[in-house]
């Protein structure tokens, strides 16, 4: 009788080898619809960071990188002995913290309240009100407020003139510049916020909520102990996202509000950056604080991390 002989095994690197290039193949179209935002972080994002050398160097636009003087840690030192530099880490975790508290909460009280709606056209007409303020520029947004605010004629001098209080500068005011920036923030970004969370809830299934009614909880119930613990996880991971952005407030928004009256509390990184980098055109210095920006969020994203992963969650890495 002959023999037949059997080819050797595939080794697991091979089989695993095919398998990645048989998948690559099989979803080409969808990693090519993934390039340009591969395109974008590599040109936008990873490739300038080679500049972040400058940062221990006393930079020269004349010399360039490879002719300027090292100097090692010397605009570290410089801005942590400056006394603005406490006056920064107090004005930006102020709003970041408020943004945190406030503003990061608010997007899942309204996803539920939208997901609990019925009739769905009103509830079609609300999310598209509440979306529409992301697609305006924050000069838009400043000059909306500033005619509401400000203006002589405007709906809240009008309001306060009739109530007979005086006519009162909210936009030059201190006390008032970080209630107008959460404010603000809110209206914006609220209403474009509740997008990830509808789709997370719009995945829980149905039999659920069946399950729940059957054995006679109420919709506060259900909400309780089906709709959040099945977005838990949504909530952590975006507020880890948020945690490593803590020194990274929106430049523009902080930017437009900023002015004589009110430095001392709307002065933040991002407008420090600006005028060391831009306007004083201090290169070397300015990327010196951006680096440390990105360092301590980088420490906080890492922390955030590690603690959810200590609770049981699954964290973002």
């Not at 290039?21 to 340009?36: A, E, N, S």
Request: glycine letters at 6%.
């Amino acid at each position: 009788m002959k023999q037949t002989v059997l080819p050797p095994p595939a080794s697991h690197a091979a089989l695993k080898k095919g398998d990645v290039t048989g998948k690559l193949i099989r979803d080409r179209w969808l990693y090519f619809m993934l390039l340009p935002g591969v395109v974008y972080f590599l040109v936008f994002k990873y490739l300038p960071m080679a500049g972040i050398v400058i940062a221990f160097q006393e930079y020269s636009p004349f010399k360039g990188i490879a002719g300027s003087t090292w100097i090692g840690l010397e605009h570290f030192r410089l801005l942590f002995n400056d006394p603005v530099f406490w006056m920064l880490i107090k004005n930006t975790l102020a709003l970041s913290f408020l943004n945190i508290i406030f503003a990061f909460p608010l997007p899942i009280i309204v996803a539920l309240m939208l997901n609990e709606m019925r009739n769905l056209a009103y509830k079609r007409l609300v999310q598209t009100m509440i979306y529409i303020p992301h697609f305006m520029s924050w000069v838009i947004v400043i000059g909306m407020f500033y005619v509401l605010f400000e203006s002589q004629n405007g709906m809240v001098q009008s309001l306060a003139a009739a109530a007979g209080f005086e006519k009162f500068s909210f936009m030059l005011n201190a006390d008032w510049f970080r209630p107008m920036y959460l404010l603000q923030n809110i209206w914006k970004e609220c209403g474009w916020g509740t997008i990830i969370y509808l789709a997370a809830l719009a995945g829980i299934d149905p039999q659920m909520y069946e399950a729940a009614r059957i054995d006679g909880a109420n919709r506060f119930r259900q909400m309780w102990h089906i709709t959040l613990p099945s977005i838990r996880s949504t909530i952590i991971i975006l507020l880890i996202l948020r945690l490593g952005d803590i020194m990274d407030l929106s430049f523009d928004h902080v930017f437009l509000l900023l002015n004589t009256m009110n430095r001392e509390v709307a002065e933040v990184f991002d407008t420090y950056v600006y005028n060391a980098g831009i306007v004083k055109g201090q290169f070397s210095f300015s990327t010196a604080v951006g680096l440390f920006k990105s360092g301590v969020g980088l420490i906080l994203i890492a922390a955030a991390n590690y603690l959810s992963k200590k609770l049981g969650e699954e964290g973002i890495f």
